[in-house]
């Protein structure tokens, strides 16, 4: 699950580590109370200037236009009404954007050196992962495609836990100060404990600065939660944004049901994701192009399959559907009957090509025989494929 | 012979009162593996399909000569639960449980270091040495014995793969899942060198996705130690960037862990990448025909 860029904020601060005084906002007229309030909390005199952040999950919002500056409080509510109720498009958000609903009002800070720490899992080793680069505020993946010497490594033992020694290691990579090396120890240290005790996945701080003050602060930050291990923390949970999310994935999702939105005319109906992400891959191979990536679950009954017909016929591009089941556990007849249930429930129009394999075939096969629904069924995958495309492209 | 487990292995279902474990116990016993006891703490003294429930796997292991676990587990409890079957120094554990959080299996990960037990999963459907034991939920009529070493990081895709060979008259010798989570028990790796070294298995059949590094790792192993002919699958060449597709492992992130790239890497690596989901147990068979592996 992913945050904000102000609730991972606020989460870091919990452990101590030094953000940005900032102040939310999700009408311009909030907008301006919140200029008001942050200019307060600065201290500042007469003449104020902060940012306007367009709070949304992907990054690359400067480049796209979602931050602005405001220096009096009628700005800020302006820049608000640029920001709120629209899309940002962003690189990292495709095409369609994400819609913007809130924004962050953020203290400026005079910056001399902007610094890249993140903290992760290394899956192959199992063990925490510390990353550091000088070249901060930037886009680390690029850097890690062109310098790959230029990040630091720091794998952690979960037992010990993060040492000092090892934190003198990361402190010197990013050459910081010495003067700045208790506040650094202290923002790591919060970093490691807060990755560890919220089951994070990614805790990323980029940049991190050194100020024209003397001071280390995470100017910008971005969270990623386990989402199993969410169930420990209902707090966090809680924080989650459906606004963020693709409407289908999320309400499949709530069911029980993986759903990916992809960009193709072929409604996809699998049982587990391997094969359900190999179903997309062979509509492809076909000539086809799938519209989504389903995955029923592996125990799901004719309830459930009724309902992933229901989530994929929301998608109106759909224009053929293919399912595809390997019966383990799942039973073929029991798709078959969900299969004729959602057909006549919800009037499907598109032509349906079923592959049925594994447990009760001939009679998940004898069910969808002579209904007079436009349901075919295929002798194998490859078969599948290859007449869902035609009937797809016809 | 099979790897991990032959049909003299005896098994304890952790888990076994809960609706999973019970109903797969009773699918493990049908296939003749030797289910001999099961584990619910504040259950002991029960029966599961004949099977004496515990309190402890301690209790279970002395009582029965328990040499292997199967985790059904529900997620919040799967952490504690394999805690103590590697506390006891079981040989093997098998976790079906999907869900546990990945901090939790870091640590796992880090208390099996220099300890005797092998972990496969979690989040996996387990293994089946056909004819001889099936530990998890793999349904057993898919399979037949025979000479193919399976690895697979999925559940029902691996089924296909399986029931395809089979189809084709290719038997397996032991299939492995070895699970969907970012962070996992087993790598395809140290299996991979199992296979190399088990007398019955002539080839291997690798059944990969996106996400992190395991086919990577399984390249350079393959490249250095498997002389055996091995063929792999890549599933989610259509799967958008830093999207999870149902697995929790199963992420093209930063730009890295691409079907494209890992399919690129194993053929470097001399392995034969199939194209098709449908085509891997012809391409199998038609392969080892060629190279005289397999007689006509």
Known sequence: MKLHEFQAKRLLARYGIPVPRGVTASTPAQARAAYAALKRLCRASKTFACNVKAQIHAGGRGKAGGVLVASSAAQAGAQASTLLGKPLVTHQTGPEGLPVRRVLLDERIGVTRELYLALTVERYTARPLILASRQGGVDIEAVAAKTPQAIAREPVDPCVGLAAFQIRRVQEALAIPEPLGPAFHATLKGVYTCWTSCDASLIEINPLVETGDGRLLALDAKVVLDDNGLFRHPELAAWRDRGQEHPIEFRAGRIGISYVGLDGNIGCLVNGAGLAMATNDIIKLAGGSPANFLDVGGGANVEQVTKAFAIILADRRVRAILVNIFGGIMRCDWVAQGLLNATQSLRVQAPIVVRLAGTNVEEGRRLLTGTGLPITTADDLADAARRVVGLATR | ?296
């Not at chain 2, 009773?26 to 029960?46: D, F, Q, R, S």
């Not at chain 2, 409890?77 to 098998?94: H, Q, R, T």
């Not at chain 2, 399979?143 to 193919?148: L, N, T, V, Y």
């Not at chain 2, 059944?207 to 350079?220: F, K």
Request: proline fraction near 5%; hydrophobic fraction near 45%.
């Open chain 2, 1 to 296: 012979m099979s790897i991990l487990v032959t049909k003299d292995t005896r098994v304890v279902v952790q888990g076994i009162t809960g609706q999973a474990g019970a109903f797969h116990t009773e699918k493990m016993l049908e296939y003749g593996t030797k289910v001999v006891a099961g584990v619910t703490p504040g259950k002991a003294g029960a029966t599961v399909h004949g099977v004496p429930v515990f309190g402890s796997v301690q209790r279970a292991v002395e009582a029965t000569g328990a040499d292997a676990s199967v985790i059904f587990v529900p997620a919040a409890f799967a952490y504690d639960a394999m805690l103590e079957a590697i506390e006891v120094k079981l040989p093997l554990i098998v976790t079906i449980t999907e869900g546990i959080p990945a901090w939790d299996l870091i640590r796992v990960r880090r208390y099996l270091e220099g300890r005797p037990t092998r972990l496969i999963g979690p989040n996996c459907p387990g293994l089946t040495a056909p004819e001889a034991c099936k530990l998890g939920i793999i349904p057993g009529y898919i399979h037949r014995r025979g000479g193919i070493g399976v690895l697979s990081r999925s559940g029902t895709l691996t089924y296909d793969a399986v029931w395809q060979l089979s189809q084709a008259g290719l038997g397996q010798s032991t299939c492995v899942g070895i699970g969907g989570d970012a962070v996992l028990g087993s790598s395809f790796t140290g299996l991979l060198r199992l296979f190399q070294d088990d007398p019955e298995t002539e080839a291997i059949v690798l059944i990969g996705e996106i996400g992190g590094t395991e086919e990577e790792e399984a390249a350079a192993v393959i490249k250095a130690h498997v002389t055996k002919p091995t063929f792999a699958f890549i599933a989610g060449r259509m799967a958008p960037k830093e999207k999870r597709m149902g697995h929790a492992g199963a992420i093209v992130s930063g730009g890295r862990g691409t079907a494209a790239e890992k399919m690129e890497t194993l053929a470097a690596a001399g392995v034969t990448v199939i194209d098709s989901p449908a085509a891997i147990g012809q391409t199998v068979k038609q392969t080892l025909l060629r190279r005289g592996v397999l007689q006509k």
